[in-house]
């Protein structure tokens, strides 16, 4: 049984990823904050649920740390905790950008580091992290300027633990999805077109696909799930 780490399981794309993962005969360690979505994984021999605060670099470290002991091998890890805030430059403070930049780098980031080392030990891994597609498209992002300021940081991460692993079968991915068919993105957005949007089971299946084979060759740092939007 091969174990796949999914932090922000307790969201809209962390509860599809642990099903998905959990169909496919997945361990899943999930971190959330709760598990209030995640009734139908209680009682899985699969399934565990941790509470974790990953803005603790100390905290986070220690827990995959033993992580670590405890199942020998850490064959994926989906960093799906984040959160989104609007302001354009005129209104975007510093204190806005740190809470962005906590909220979507350094979750995924003081975890992946002990995370990242033992995947490198054991010779092989998958690392997939959640991107934007307004850090690509600047247009789409002029009016939430420190959510893609923190999210673009997640790309470079992605090239840099790449060039790290140079020679060894770990590779760290950023999937980006479009808008994500969820009840808040439909309240949001009343009068578009549902169904051009990516569900939270595609992408989820398109994580699942990255993380399958830990043999495979592909090593693509971008994965866009734009659907037809």
């Not at 361990?27 to 941790?50: C, N």
């Not at 090239?159 to 808008?179: D, H, M, T």
């Not at 808040?184 to 992408?203: H, L, V, Y």
């Amino acid at each position: 049984m091969k174990n796949i780490l999914i932090t922000g399981a307790n969201g809209n794309l962390g509860v599809a990823a642990v099903k998905k993962f959990l169909d496919s005969g997945y361990r899943v360690i999930a971190v959330a904050r709760s598990g209030s979505e995640l009734g139908f994984a209680v009682g899985h021999s699969g399934f565990e649920l941790h509470q974790v605060d990953l803005s603790d670099e100390n905290a986070s470290t220690l827990f995959m740390k033993e992580a670590i002991d405890l199942y020998g091998t850490i064959d994926g890890a989906l960093f799906l905790a984040g959160g989104f805030a609007m302001g354009n430059i005129e209104n975007t403070s510093g204190d806005d950008l740190k809470k962005m930049f906590s909220l979507n780098f350094e979750t995924a980031y003081f975890i992946m580091r002990p995370l990242f080392t033992h995947m490198l030990q054991q010779g092989c891994g998958r690392m997939v992290f959640i991107g934007a597609r307004a850090v690509l498209e600047a247009e789409q992002g002029k009016n939430s300027l420190a959510y893609i300021l923190s999210k673009s940081l997640l790309f470079t991460l992605a090239e840099a633990l790449n060039a790290a692993a140079k020679g060894k079968n770990v590779s760290a991915s950023v999937v980006v999805p479009g808008i994500i068919d969820t009840p808040p993105n439909r309240k949001s957005m009343p009068g578009a077109d549902f169904s051009k949007w990516p569900t939270p089971e595609q992408i989820a299946g398109v994580l699942e696909f990255i993380c399958r084979d830990t043999d495979s060759p592909v090593r693509n740092t971008v994965f866009k799930v734009y659907g037809n939007s």
